[in-house]
C-alpha cells in the first residue's frame, strides 16, 4: 500500500522516535499511552476535511516490527544497549485505536484517530499515522472540492506521473468522488473504474492527424480523441468525419473527444457545435490541463458545455492557489499524548500558545445532520439524537473485522456526508465556520492540568 515494498515497518519511523524509545526504556516509561492524531485547520482555506487512509493505516501499524536487519542498521546509528535492541526485536504493536470511519467528515481539532498503547509502541507508529491518514485525507477532501465544483460532471483522476504516493493518491480521489483514474496499478489494486484518452505523442507519431485519428476510430470501438496537438477547430472537423465514416463502416463509436489546452470555455462551445451539427450529440466534451477547483467551478459557472473534468497534478499532490493565497500541500496534522496511565494525575498537555494541547481521552460528537460537533471525555454519555465518531478499529493489536470496508461502500459514505453537509461550509472560498466545541469536563479538565504544571514548576 505505502510502496515500500523492500523497506521493513520498522524503520517506517523518525530517529528521534528510536531515541525516544531508548530514553524511555531506560526510563522505565512502559505504561499505557494515548495519543490523539488531529489537525488544526482544515485544508485549502475550507471549513472541513473528509478523512481517508485508515485502512492502509492499519496494515502499516499491524505489520509493526523490527527485522534483524533493522536491528544491524540501527547499530551503526547509536550505541544502544544490546538489552534494548533485543526489546526492539521482539516489538509488535499490542494496543488500541479508535478512529472515524474512511468517507466522515471531520474538522480542526478533532481526533481522527485515538492510539493507546504501550508508550514505546505508541511513539513508533507515530510518523506512519501521520503520513498515511494526513496525506490521504488531503486528497480526499481536494478530490470532494474538485468534484463539488464540477457539480456532478464526472472527474477522473490523471495524477501518477506527478504524485508523491501514487497509489494512496489514487485510492484518496476515489473516495473523494473521482470516478475514474488512469492508473492502472491502482486501478486493479483497489478495482477503481480505469480512463484515459490517448496522448499528443501518438498523434504525432503519425504521418498527419488525419491517419492518426483513423487508426484510432478503427482499432478500439469505443474511443476517444484528442483534439489539441495543432488546430483544435481543424482537429474537430476531422474528428466528426471520421466518427461518421468509421461508425457507419465498422460500428465503433466515438465516446469523447478531450480538450487540454487555450481557452477551455471557447473552445469546448466551438467542439460542441461541431459536433451537434454533425449528428454527433452524444460524444461527450471532456477537458483538462492544470485545473483545479476554482478553475472548474468558473468554467461551470460560465454555462461552458463541459461534460466532465480530467485532474492531475492540484489533485494529487494536494497543491493550493497562489491565486486565491491558499496554502496546500499537506495536511498539517499532529500526533500528541494526552493521556499517560500512571500516577495519580495521569492527564497531559503541551503549553504552547496556539499549540497548546488537550488532555484526556477523548469522543467526537456529532448532534443531527452537522448541527454542530462536541470534544468530549470518553466516559461522557452520548446526548439524545447524537452519534459518537470515534469508533474501535484495532484490539489488542488486531485489526477489528468491522474495520475492512470495500472501497465502494467508503466512496458511498464519503458522498453522502459530503451532500449532507450544509452548503455554507463547502464554499470553495470563505466558508462558514463549523461549530466545533469542548465539553465542560474536558475544560475543566484542561484548567486542572494547567494548575497541576504549575504547581509542579
Known amino acids: 500500500m505505502l510502496n515500500r515494498s523492500h523497506t521493513s515497518p520498522g524503520l517506517l519511523v523518525d530517529l528521534y522516535h528510536i531515541d525516544a524509545a531508548y530514553i524511555a526504556w531506560k526510563s522505565g516509561i ?44 540501527l547499530r551503526t546509528l547509536r550505541p544502544y544497549d544490546d538489552a534494548f535492541f533485543r526489546e526492539l526485536r521482539g516489538t509488535r504493536f499490542s494496543g488500541e485505536i479508535l478512529a472515524m470511519p474512511e468517507g466522515e467528515i471531520a474538522f480542526a481539532h478533532e481526533p481522527l484517530l485515538r492510539v493507546t498503547a504501550p508508550f514505546i509502541e505508541a511513539l513508533f507508529v507515530e510518523s506512519g499515522l501521520l ?22 460532471r464526472p472527474v477522473a483522476e490523471f495524477g501518477y506521473r506527478r504524485a508523491q504516493e ?8 476515489f473516495i473523494g468522488g473521482c470516478a475514474s483514474t488512469s492508473f492502472v496499478a491502482a486501478a486493479e489494486m483497489f478495482g477503481v473504474p480505469a480512463s484515459g484518452t490517448v ?11 488525419v491517419t492518426a485519428f483513423r487508426a484510432i476510430a478503427e482499432s478500439i470501438e469505443h474511443y476517444s480523441l484528442l483534439l489539441d496537438t495543432y488546430d483544435v477547430q481543424t482537429a474537430t472537423r476531422t474528428a466528426a468525419e471520421i466518427a461518421l465514416d468509421v461508425r457507419e463502416r465498422l460500428g465503433h463509436t466515438l465516446v469523447s473527444v478531450r480538450l487540454d489546452s487555450g481557452d477551455l470555455d471557447s473552445g469546448s462551445r466551438a467542439i460542441r457545435a461541431v459536433l ?31 461534460d466532465g473534468f480530467g485532474v492531475g497534478t492540484s489533485l494529487t499532490v494536494g497543491a493550493g492557489s497562489v491565486e486565491h493565497r491558499v ?20 492527564s497531559r498537555i503541551k503549553i504552547a ?11 467526537v460528537i456529532r448532534r443531527g445532520i452537522f448541527d454542530g460537533d462536541v470534544i468530549q471525555s470518553d466516559h ?10 470515534l469508533r474501535p478499529v484495532m484490539t489488542k493489536g488486531e485489526i477489528d473485522q468491522a474495520a475492512h470496508v470495500p472501497i465502494a461502500a467508503i466512496r458511498d459514505r464519503s458522498l453522502a456526508s459530503i451532500g449532507a453537509l450544509p452548503s455554507q461550509f463547502k464554499e470553495l472560498s470563505n466558508p462558514a465556520d463549523y461549530s466545533v466545541q469542548w465539553s465542560t469536563e474536558l475544560i475543566e479538565l484542561r484548567a486542572q492540568t494547567l494548575a497541576e504544571h504549575d504547581h509542579s514548576e
Request: no cysteine; net charge negative.
Open 380 to 389: 461522557e454519555p452520548v446526548p439524545p439524537g447524537a452519534r459518537s465518531l
Open 30 to 73: 512502559r505504561a499505557d499511552a494515548t495519543f490523539d492524531l488531529y489537525t488544526r485547520q482544515a485544508p485549502f482555506g475550507g471549513s472541513f476535511l473528509l478523512t481517508a487512509g485508515l485502512q492502509p493505516a492499519l496494515d502499516f501499524v499491524s505489520a509493526l516490527a523490527f527485522t534483524d536487519s533493522d536491528i544491524a542498521f
Open 276 to 306: 451537434d451539427s454533425s449528428d454527433l450529440r452524444d460524444v461527450r466534451i471532456v477537458v483538462s490541463g492544470d485545473l483545479d477547483e476554482w478553475k472548474i467551478a468558473d468554467l461551470v459557472a460560465s454555462g461552458a458545455p463541459i
Open 353 to 363: 500558545g496556539e499549540k497548546s494541547t488537550w488532555p484526556g481521552k477523548k469522543q
Open 166 to 173: 501514487p497509489f494512496l493518491a489514487s485510492r484518496s480521489a
Open 327 to 346: 496554502e496546500g500541500g499537506a495536511l498539517g496534522a499532529v500526533y500528541k499524548l494526552a493521556w499517560y496511565e500512571e500516577g495519580s494525575s495521569p
Open 131 to 152: 503520513h498515511i491518514i494526513g496525506f490521504s485525507s488531503l486528497i480526499a477532501t481536494k478530490a470532494a472540492r474538485i468534484v463539488g465544483a464540477a457539480s456532478g
Open 199 to 209: 496522448p499528443h505523442a501518438l498523434i504525432e507519431a503519425f504521418p498527419s492527424e
